[in-house]
């Protein structure tokens, strides 16, 4: 198990940017492929964004193709999401995870949860 704690979340107007870390802590960093989810008021919690053990691929939802950046420090054991061309609709209390198959965006493939910050998108 790994412990993860997120932060950089907040408020900024449409088209801005925001990077969010999750930091952890525990069992070996480098040792699982990381998340992100999002989620908005009366929806679930839906993938956004992955990243292998070593950083070298990543997965994107198509939401986020292009606007969002997913990396990682295994050196300083964390985890960023680059949010970039933000839109109101990217509202959402925002989740790091880590996982077991990088493959697998499913939620039920992520054993580590951290709280998860709020990102709030004003039109």
């Known amino acids: 198990q790994v412990q993860l704690v997120e932060s950089g979340g907040g408020l900024v107007q449409a088209g801005g940017s925001l990077r969010l870390s999750c930091a952890a802590s525990?069992?070996?960093?480098?040792?699982?492929?990381m998340g992100w989810f999002r989620r908005t008021p009366g929806k679930e919690r839906e993938f956004v964004a992955a990243?292998?053990?070593?950083?070298?691929?990543?997965n994107y939802a198509d939401s986020v193709k292009g606007r969002f950046t997913i990396s990682r420090d295994n050196t300083k054991n964390t985890l960023y999401l680059e949010m970039n061309s933000l839109k109101p609709e990217d509202t959402a209390v925002y989740y790091c995870?880590?996982?077991?198959?990088?493959?697998?965006?499913?939620?039920?493939?992520?054993?580590?949860w951290g709280r998860g910050t709020q990102v709030t998108v004003s039109s």
């Open positions: 525990g069992r070996a960093f480098s040792s699982y492929p």
């Open positions: 995870a880590a996982g077991r198959n990088y493959y697998n965006t499913d939620r039920s493939n992520f054993d580590s």
């Open positions: 990243i292998t053990r070593s950083g070298g691929a990543k």
